[in-house]
């Protein structure tokens, strides 16, 4: 009798995974759900130009944007630019090799962009890309 009993009680060698997959789907639901709403920026429509893109090998990329009302940002953050032009010399003193890109807004006054390359050639900026949009294409 008690070896009919031992077969019944057998262990199960097997992981049920129903419990993990329910997770991960509430998981990508979440994620889904909250990435659109961590994306924050500074508003700019680019020029379209048909370039190709940068190479950038560094992370440690600095964005200066200007928006259409000629507003400075240093990686969307408001700065004005003075303390701009402090900001990047320190950077630039530290890592010379930091590649710069200016965000304009396509109706920005074409001055506004000039003069804020002006002043971060002044900070010790050897080449500054500019950041466009590719074009749309018509159907």
Avoid: C, W
Wanted: charged fraction near 30%; glycine fraction near 6%; proline fraction near 7%.
């Amino acid at each position: 009798m008690k070896s009919a009993i031992r077969q019944k009680r057998r262990l199960m060698s097997e992981i049920n995974v129903v419990p993990y997959i329910d997770v991960m789907l509430v998981l990508l639901v979440i994620f889904m759900i909250t990435a659109p709403l961590l994306t924050e920026g500074v508003k700019v429509d680019l020029p379209q130009a048909q370039a190709k893109p940068v190479d950038a090998q560094d992370d440690e990329t600095l964005v200066v944007t200007i928006d259409r009302k000629g507003n400075l940002f240093l990686d969307d953050k408001p700065i004005d630019r003075d303390a701009l032009a402090r900001k990047v010399e320190k950077i630039m003193k530290l890592r010379p090799k930091t590649p710069v890109l200016v965000r304009g807004d396509h109706r920005v006054d074409y001055g506004v962009v000039v003069k804020t390359m002006t002043l971060l050639q002044g900070a010790g900026v050897p080449g500054v890309g500019l950041v466009t949009e590719p074009p749309k294409t018509q159907r």
